[in-house]
């Protein structure tokens, strides 16, 4: 049975497959669970933003150590997945070093090998640091109160993983170096700088050992990527893909412009006995609000005014959800948790995400998905929470992959304010002397010019 | 010295439209402290001799308040009835001295009807500077001194306004001395998301202290804002390290007002 390798191989690989595109198409049901956001105008600008703040890393910057590192895993993510797709080629035709068999083993070959290897190095290094900022510096913002046990463990599991896969390929180029010395069938690669600290360790195994070990590193690796990117779908590492779209549908307008409500401007107009010009875009609303009940909702005919659970936010912000890393850099700079309070940006995406988790895994077994008796909105964020925002933007501007805490806790308060009347009774003071003053203190409105009276004598 | 504050009904009565309307906002027009920085600025506004009106009386909260505590209703009919008030006055362009202000009226009146050219009062004061318009003289009160300047979130990550409050404060000769959280790190001063109108949630720190502390240890003898909300938040944090004989919270326009010999 020469083939069995061969057959194994492209049924791993087909399974691997076909569990990440059943889980892809799950995320992307309970994304699209949200309402709809119109984000296809601008497509240029978009472009152009994506370029800058996913694929350059703009952002990252501003934080120069953890972004150098950064920079590492992420080019050895690129780079390395090119080597993935020889060991791809390699496992379906039983080749070995498929790419040297056609360019030579020496020259340009050994050339990319080495760049491997560098960034299989610089992919190590980085990881280990970052190992030690999170379990022996603490760096602050890799902990704190939603940083739970599993949130840490699944941090750990990703940055060892990295290290060991990154290893596997050192192994088995050290081993496969070996084996050229030894078997003129092995295709001659040069010399291969990094690997070849490895290869006292391995010297004096037998010929059979080296073939093995080769053969173990090279199906741990292959396979190990494998797994590795299922389990990244479960995980907080998605922004290594979902960082894309994610920065191409940012929000472009000015951070301080809120999302209008046409349904309410429709409302409003009707109060005030004023025709409304904006006709077409109040009946695209009521679309939206038809729309947005997805797989798990009953249609509803008016859309839940602000945001009690994922589907009454929009698919951007489930997106976001998904997009967070748990990095921090929100809630670091968020002056409401930097002073003791509960909120924390990074946690309300933590929420949205497990919340869209429960819901969809709810779905996928038949159950009552979002009718389980729970909402986003007090099972997982709380007042407190909400209440706490100063809608300062800072925690808008300190993500590196755009993603907008802001626009989520903003609904919830409009939820609140105008479904539940449950805003903290200070504000509701306030709502009402806007009201009857038209100022948010209680003057009367006489009173509004005469600040001028001493001016004028 | 007289000082004319020409209400927008006034000019329309006389058959008048003036260069600019200054929008003078809620804390502008009741807030004891921020009714300074109004007048300071109506009193620049008259040595440059600029055309401008207020709404007065006709003037009403934008609505931003009510909007950022998630009452959109009340913010709607609050635009609305705003929009019909500047619309029926033919308003083309909008000054305004306060930052929420300007966020709401440039950013979010347009959807509902309002489309005006809308200036924040640091960056009318940065072009007047520019234009020569005010003539700053050297060797003023603020020579020298040194002042720290605390961004507002509506200037500044809202709407990227960083650098014409710090032109401004260049041009008084001052000594510029930056908080460690500035510009985009800007640290709120705590008010913003309408926490001005509530107690903060339990915390170990109050968000405004902080800030005070943070711009007390620059060792500037001046904290420059220009939002009428970071100034009661920073003088009551000022107050609370009983720092007030030594530190100043002033106002872009009360800075200028002040080296112009306006007081």
Not at chain 1, 368 to 392: Q, S, V, W
Not at chain 2, 211 to 240: H, N, Y
Request: with cysteine; aromatic share 10%; glycine share 8%.
């Amino acid at each position: 049975m020469e083939y069995l390798p061969q057959i194994l191989f492209i049924l791993i690989v087909g399974a691997a497959a076909f569990i990440m595109a059943k889980r892809i198409s799950r995320i992307r049901k309970n994304i699209l669970l949200g309402r709809d956001t119109d984000r296809s105008d601008r497509k240029g600008e978009r472009f152009r933003n994506m370029m800058l703040v996913a694929f350059g890393q703009k952002k990252m910057f501003k934080r120069p150590i953890p972004a150098i590192l950064h920079l590492f895993v992420y080019i050895g993510f690129i780079v390395i997945n090119l080597e993935v797709l020889e060991f791809i080629i390699d496992g379906i035709f039983g080749t070995h070093r498929y790419f040297a068999s056609i360019v030579g083993g020496e020259g340009a070959y050994t050339w990319l090998m080495n760049i491997f290897e560098f960034l299989a190095v610089g992919v190590i290094v980085s990881c280990t640091i970052f190992l030690i900022r999170r379990k022996v510096l603490r760096v602050d913002r890799l902990h704190g109160q939603e940083m739970t046990a599993w949130p840490k463990m699944d941090a750990t599991i990703i940055l060892v993983t990295e290290i060991i896969l990154m290893f596997a390929i050192l192994t088995m180029n050290a081993a496969d170096s070996l084996l050229q010395t030894r078997n003129p069938e092995y295709i001659t690669t040069g010399t291969l700088f990094f690997s070849s600290f490895l290869k006292p360790l391995f010297e004096d195994m037998s010929t059979s050992a080296l073939i093995a070990l080769e053969r173990a590193a090279w199906w741990f690796h292959i396979i190990g990527i494998l797994a590795f990117a299922i389990y990244i779908t479960y995980s907080k590492h998605l922004h290594i893909f979902l960082a894309f779209p994610n920065t191409y549908f940012a929000n472009l307008n000015r951070r301080g412009k809120m999302q209008n409500m046409p349904e309410v401007t429709r409302e409003v107009k009707m109060m005030l006995g004023i025709p409304d010009e904006t006709g077409a875009s109040a009946a695209a609303t009521v679309n939206e609000s038809e729309g947005h009940g997805g797989s798990g909702a009953a249609p509803q005919e008016v859309a839940t005014l602000g945001a009690k659970d994922i589907n009454d936010l929009n698919w951007k912000n489930l997106l976001d959800a998904y997009t967070c890393t748990e990095c921090g850099r929100c809630t670091s700079r968020c002056p409401a948790n930097q002073t003791g309070k509960k909120l924390s940006p990074r946690k309300i995406m933590m929420d949205t995400r497990d919340r869209a988790e429960e819901v969809g895994q709810s779905l996928d077994k038949g159950g009552p998905g979002l009718e389980d008796g729970k909402t986003l909105f007090r099972n997982y964020i709380t007042e407190e929470e909400i209440n706490a925002c100063t809608t300062c933007n800072a925690c808008v501007e300190a993500c590196p992959v755009q993603i907008d805490p802001l626009s989520i806790i903003l609904q919830i308060r409009r939820y609140m304010a105008m479904e539940e009347s449950s805003s903290p009774q200070e504000w509701q003071m306030m709502f009402q002397n806007i009201e009857t003053s038209f100022a948010p203190w209680k003057f009367p409105p006489s009173d509004r010019f005469n600040w001028a009276d001493s001016l004028k004598k | 010295m007289e000082y004319k504050v020409p209400t927008m009904a006034e000019m329309a009565a006389e058959g008048k439209e003036p260069e600019i309307l200054f929008w003078v906002g809620c804390a502008g027009s009741f807030d004891d402290r921020y009714k300074n920085v109004t007048r300071a600025f109506v009193k620049i506004l008259n040595k440059v001799g600029i055309s401008f009106a207020v709404l007065g009386p006709e003037e009403a909260c934008t609505g931003d308040p009510a909007r950022r505590a998630g009452n959109e209703f009340l913010f709607q009919m609050q635009a609305t009835a705003n929009i019909q008030v500047l619309n029926g006055y033919n308003i083309k362009k909008v000054v305004t001295a306060c930052p929420h202000c300007f966020n709401t009226i440039k950013n979010e009146y347009p959807e509902l009807g309002g489309n005006y050219e809308v200036i924040h009062h640091s960056t009318y004061l940065q072009q007047l500077i520019n234009d020569g318009k005010v003539s700053m003289k050297g060797g003023g009160e603020f020579k020298g001194k040194k002042i720290t300047y605390h961004d507002s979130c509506y200037l500044g990550r809202a709407n990227q306004i960083y650098e014409a409050p710090r032109e401004v404060l260049e041009a008084l000769d001052a000594e510029l001395v930056e908080m460690k959280r500035c510009k985009t790190k800007g640290f709120c001063c705590g008010a913003g998301g309408s926490q001005m109108w509530k107690e903060p949630e339990p915390g170990f720190k109050d968000v405004n202290v902080d800030r005070a502390e943070e711009a007390i240890d620059t060792g500037a003898t001046t904290i420059a804002t220009a939002c009428p909300f970071c100034m009661t938040m920073l003088s009551d944090g000022v107050k609370s390290k009983n720092k007030e004989n030594d530190v100043k919270v002033l106002d872009l326009a009360e800075l200028i007002a002040k080296n112009e010999g306006l007081d």
